[in-house]
């Protein structure tokens, strides 16, 4: 079946999902929105028949040019590359801008 071309963080809410962390506030805050929705951090795509793809974490998107690109996919791709055996991206900050 076909899939959303959309990727989005992957929430969830229901009586299943925690209430919070156990005595930490901060990191509740920071998981469970206003509305109740825990934010999982993990990417993802829906198909037409509700199953959810994971495809990777928002702290490893990258944006540039209004765009998002996640470092799964430009593995994935250069490893296509028949001189490419192996390949693994790092983070290097630029404070330039």
């Known amino acids: 079946m076909g899939q959303c071309s959309t990727v989005g963080e992957i ?7 925690m209430i919070g962390y156990h005595e930490n506030t901060e990191a509740t805050e920071a998981a469970i929105d ?3 929705w825990l934010h999982t951090g993990d990417l993802g795509m829906m198909d037409l028949r509700g ?4 495809t990777g974490r928002v702290k ?10 996640f470092p799964a996919e430009i593995e994935s791709a250069m ?3 028949p001189a490419v055996n192996d390949i693994y991206g ?3 900050h630029d404070d330039s801008n």
């Open 11 to 17: 929430c969830a809410k229901s009586y299943g999902v």
């Open 34 to 36: 206003d509305n109740n």
């Open 51 to 54: 199953f959810i793809r994971v």
């Open 60 to 69: 490893d998107m990258i944006i540039r040019g209004r765009e998002n690109h």
């Open 79 to 81: 490893l296509e590359y």
């Open 90 to 92: 790092v983070e290097i």
